[in-house]
């Protein structure tokens, strides 16, 4: 081990607790000794999360307070345990939160997006000087960053891998029209992903006027503010009439969900993107799905080929995805970060350590 590696372990580093709702401290922290398999990173950048300002909010069904904060990063190798092999420290690397455990029911299935292991051994502390990988996220959800890949454009390795789940389900064709319900980050993800696959037309209904002016700028070829204009209206005029082949549903509120189902054509594809707040459900009407032939596909997480994929779209860098990142700040300033994602005055915040 070298001096600098011994570093890591007795100097003042530091990470982000949120100890009760919208409670937040920074706190010192040792980072332990990579166990084998296990990596040490240090973060270079993290981004705020939709899921983070929630849990800021309210607290998780998942993570008991008090819990560190932060799972959309990218950073170099400090130090690796003990039979890593294909990194060493000072890698630049990228990394999803999550792997599953390869081995049970349904990874079995090829459906590691509800393998166990995937949700309830999520990575968390990204807000934060380092944090520690374990074994089973080593061995299949992380990659060496190109070096001319931004680490914060390399911090989108998650999320752009559950819009490319979500979009492996739905399979999006070039001569399609598609209407994203949601202009927030993953609305425009979910838009910048369509737009590489060369879907024909892409239109963004949502609210909030800066979000739907990034929404313009960033590539739809049509925005409705939800507000003011009849997006049921808008829905219905496309296809020459039919409606959308594809309504991707981003808002994660039960109407969002019906607004979705009402709006694609017949025979159209509903993409249920958005989770909604627990314990709600959804009024379908049976004669609609059955008779107008509706599919309705509600995707959930990724798997590892969604997070190959989406390692090579960001690699590439066809999808212009570093615009989502529209500030920055430093730890320091975390209740920042939250109270500009609570007015919605941000798409992504990149948090630099
Ligand atoms: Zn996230
Ligand atoms: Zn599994």
């Not at 990724?302 to 990142?325: H, K, N, Q, T």
Request: with cysteine; hydrophobic share 45%; proline share 7%.
């Amino acid at each position: 081990m070298s001096a600098a590696a011994a570093s890591f372990h007795s100097s003042h580093l530091r990470r982000a607790v949120l100890v009760a709702p919208g409670q937040l401290e920074i706190r010192a922290f040792i980072p332990p000794r990579p166990a084998p398999g296990e990596i040490l990173v240090q973060v270079r950048c993290a981004l705020s999360c939709g899921t983070d300002l929630k849990t800021w909010r309210r607290g998780h069904p998942l993570w008991k307070m008090p819990t560190p904060l932060g799972h959309e990063f990218a950073g170099v190798v400090a130090e690796v345990g003990a039979g890593v092999s294909g990194f060493a420290p000072g890698d630049e690397i990228m990394a999803t939160p999550t792997a599953p455990c390869g081995t049970c029911f349904y990874c079995g299935r090829g459906q590691e997006n509800l393998c166990a292991t995937a949700i309830d051994k999520m990575v968390l502390g990204a807000y934060g000087d380092m944090l520690v990988l374990p074994a089973h996220i080593v061995s299949r959800n992380v990659f060496s960053k190109p070096r001319d890949l931004p680490f914060e454009e390399a911090a989108l390795l998650e999320p752009l891998s559950c819009v490319v789940h979500a979009q492996a389900m739905a399979m999006p064709e070039r001569h399609e029209r598609v209407m994203i319900l949601g202009a927030g980050p993953f609305g425009l993800l979910q838009m910048m992903a369509l737009r590489a696959a060369g879907v024909r037309e892409v239109v963004v209904a949502g609210r909030g006027d800066a979000r739907l002016r990034w929404a313009a700028e960033m590539g739809a070829d049509r925005v409705i503010d939800v507000r003011r204009q009849d997006a049921a209206a808008a829905a219905s005029q496309l296809n020459g009439g039919f409606g959308p082949d594809l309504v991707i549903e981003c808002t994660g509120q039960v109407d969002g969900w019906s607004d979705a189902l009402a709006r694609t054509r017949r025979g159209g594809r509903v993409l249920l993107f958005g989770g909604c707040p627990p314990g709600t459900s959804l009024n379908v009407d049976t004669r609609r799905m059955h008779y107008d032939g509706l599919t309705m596909i509600a995707p959930f997480h990724y798997r590892p080929r969604d997070v190959r994929r989406s390692f090579e779209l960001l690699s590439e860098r066809r999808l212009g995805a570093e615009r989502l990142i529209n500030a920055h700040r430093s730890l320091d300033d975390l209740a920042d970060v939250f109270s500009m994602m609570d007015r919605g005055t941000v798409l992504k915040c990149a948090v630099v350590p």
